[in-house]
């Protein structure tokens, strides 16, 4: 059973667009929250995480917005480039616990 | 720093057939794992590893072995290869900082079991 789950499986974007990317979790003793990102052929590398003490984080165009009352947090890509085509999976740990439970992935195709 | 380096980048097996998907790290992290990666399914944890000489079960570890004789090599053993096994794999080490540690991955070994 997938610990994290994560929508939309896939979306397209036009440049200069904004992507957004949710997920949603059950255990309530998860609070780290990072997203990786995936490049076709490549391993997935760190993009930004979060910890429930904040609402929100933003590095450049990357932003994660959290709602712990919701148990959700959302990936946001502001200004869209074609660069930032790529599988992006959310992912969750809990205290003390260094093993993430991953979401399922979503695609994003950014259109010039 | 060549980080997490996996061979090989490709293999097929037929049924029946065993192999061994090598991972090294050269950055001395401690934990080291080993994910599956399956279309619309996300990364399944199939083993584990806090340090050399201890391994333990992740999410889907049947059908797979590992042994952890070193820091830098942590190989994932495949033994009466199945189609189900039929996945990319990934290596990833931690250096155990705390919760949440940075994981760095490997390129993946595109398996193909026919």
């Known amino acids: 059973q997938q610990q994290v789950k994560q929508s939309p499986q896939s979306l397209i974007v036009q440049k200069g667009g904004i992507s957004i990317i949710n997920c949603a979790y059950e255990n309530t003793a998860f609070d780290y929250f990072p997203w990786y990102q995936q490049f076709p052929g490549k391993g997935p590398a760190l993009l930004i995480a979060i910890r429930p003490d904040v609402s929100e984080k933003k590095e450049g165009r990357f932003t994660i917005s959290f709602n712990k009352s919701a148990k959700q947090f959302s990936l946001h890509i502001m200004d869209s480039q074609p660069g930032d085509s790529a599988t992006y999976f959310c992912?969750?740990?809990?205290?003390?616990?260094?093993?993430?439970?991953f979401g399922a992935g979503t695609t994003v195709t950014v259109r010039a | 720093n060549a980080g997490v380096t996996q061979t090989p980048k490709f293999r097929i097996l037929k049924i029946g057939q065993s192999m061994t998907l090598q991972c090294t790290q050269d950055?001395?992290?401690?934990?080291m794992y080993w994910y599956r990666q399956d279309p619309g399914m996300g990364l399944k944890l199939i083993y584990y590893?806090?340090?050399?000489?201890?391994?333990d079960k992740g999410e889907v570890p049947n059908g797979y072995n590992v042994s952890r004789s070193t820091t830098e090599d942590f190989p994932l053993r495949l033994e009466l290869a199945a189609p189900s096994q039929t996945s990319v794999y990934f290596c990833?080490?931690?250096?155990?900082?705390?919760?949440?540690?940075?994981?760095?991955f490997g390129p993946g070994t595109r398996l193909t079991v026919l």
């Open positions: 590893s806090v340090g050399a000489g201890i391994t």
């Open positions: 992912a969750a740990a809990g205290s003390g616990d260094y093993k993430l439970s």
């Open positions: 990833a080490s931690s250096y155990p900082q705390g919760q949440g540690d940075e994981q760095f």
């Open positions: 950055m001395n992290h401690n934990y």
